[in-house]
């Protein structure tokens, strides 16, 4: 680590609320199809997550940011923009799936990340595992409980694999690196003020 490179999570109390409100932004702009709604973006709700467990220290972030998804979750059901399909009796998969992902992105920042371009594998190998395992829980979840596959066996979910976790993936490493890549630059000029600090 060299000395200007600032360790994740976030150095102080206004960097984590900024880092926060900008992640629930982006949740609210990014998942179903609701108001606020950018039809044109992938949702980033998997990202979220993972830099939410890396970014912020307090620990409830993560009740509060699956509140929020369930939230727009919800109002989206209720707005008729989604059907009865996406909520089913396999919801709280999504439970277990956002907390793996907050815990892959802590995980990252305290233990494998060290604020230098070395990190950039550690990130890489942190993401495919924590999506991987994301992918197993919520897609699992719904394939084996939601009840819309009466049929349902292990052979039918690996064959969904090929087509749907790749994609799963490329989202979430995207948003992540456009993500650690603001951290990095806000980090670059914070050490370039006399004090040091990241806002």
């Known amino acids: 680590m060299n000395e200007t490179s600032r360790p994740l999570p976030l150095p102080t109390p206004a960097a984590q609320w900024i ?20 039809n044109a ?18 620990m409830w972030t993560l009740p509060v940011f699956f509140l929020l998804s369930s939230a ?9 923009t989604i059907t009865d399909w996406c909520i089913s009796p396999a ?30 594998p550690r990130l890489a190998l942190a993401l ?17 409980f939601s009840g819309h596959y009466p049929q349902a066996d292990l052979a039918g979910f690996l ?14 490493a995207g948003y992540v690196a456009v993500g650690m890549a603001l951290v990095a630059i806000a980090q670059r000029l914070a050490a370039r003020r006399p004090d040091g600090a990241l806002a």
């Open 19 to 38: 880092a926060g409100l900008l992640l629930a932004a982006l949740m609210i702009c990014t998942r179903g199809q609701h108001f606020a709604s950018v």
């Open 41 to 58: 973006l992938p949702s980033a709700s998997w990202a979220v997550f993972f830099l939410a467990g890396a970014l912020l220290r307090p």
């Open 72 to 80: 727009l979750d919800i109002g989206s059901l209720a707005a008729g």
């Open 91 to 120: 919801y709280w998969a999504l439970a277990f799936a956002y907390a793996a992902l907050w815990l892959g992105g802590h995980v990252y920042a305290r233990r494998l990340h060290d604020g230098s371009w070395r990190s950039i």
């Open 128 to 144: 495919v595992a924590t999506a991987t395992v994301a992918y197993v829980l919520s897609k699992g979840g719904y394939y084996f």
């Open 159 to 172: 064959a969904r694999v090929p087509h749907y976790y790749p994609r799963s993936l490329g989202t979430m």
